[in-house]
């Protein structure tokens, strides 16, 4: 994909469960069981059960690596997190959604762009940053 100063990437969505939490808490080692137990998350005062913060940016780099191509054209991804991203107990989890805006286009095929990460309509990363090499 071509892309221009000023362009507005499509939005990606992806749904999160706590099937999905409990298969990253596996694969990472991370058990806290903020991500797995809604009286342990209510009780430090999270709205429930919380996504990892390393799985919400994981999501951010398919995102980004939906609109590039190619993973390895991925040079930089930088954020802050801002709120958790509540997972209900459901089959139907939560959402979250990215879309982006391209900052820059440099003459050797460097390309900035600015994230948007949000989840029921909050954002969820600030200060979302991403540098790709165009291919």
């Given at each position: 994909m071509a892309f221009e100063k000023g362009q507005q990437l499509p939005?990606?969505?992806f749904r999160?469960?706590?099937a999905d939490l409990i298969?990253?808490?596996g694969a990472s080692g991370d058990f806290n069981p903020i991500h797995w137990s809604e009286r342990t998350a209510v009780g430090v005062g999270l709205p429930g059960v919380i996504a990892h913060g390393m799985y919400t940016m994981a999501l951010a780099g398919r995102a980004v690596t939906g609109w590039v191509g190619a993973a390895d054209a991925v040079l930089d991804i930088g954020v802050r997190f801002t709120r958790p991203v509540?997972?209900?107990d459901t089959d139907e989890g939560?959402?979250?959604e990215f879309t982006a805006v391209i900052k820059s286009v440099s003459e050797?095929?460097?390309v900035t762009f600015d994230l948007?990460?949000?989840c029921g309509g909050e954002k969820v990363l600030a200060q979302a940053r991403v540098v790709v090499k165009q291919i």
């Open positions: 939005l990606q969505t999160v469960t706590r298969r990253y808490a509540p997972v209900p939560t959402e979250v050797d095929g460097l948007t990460a949000t």
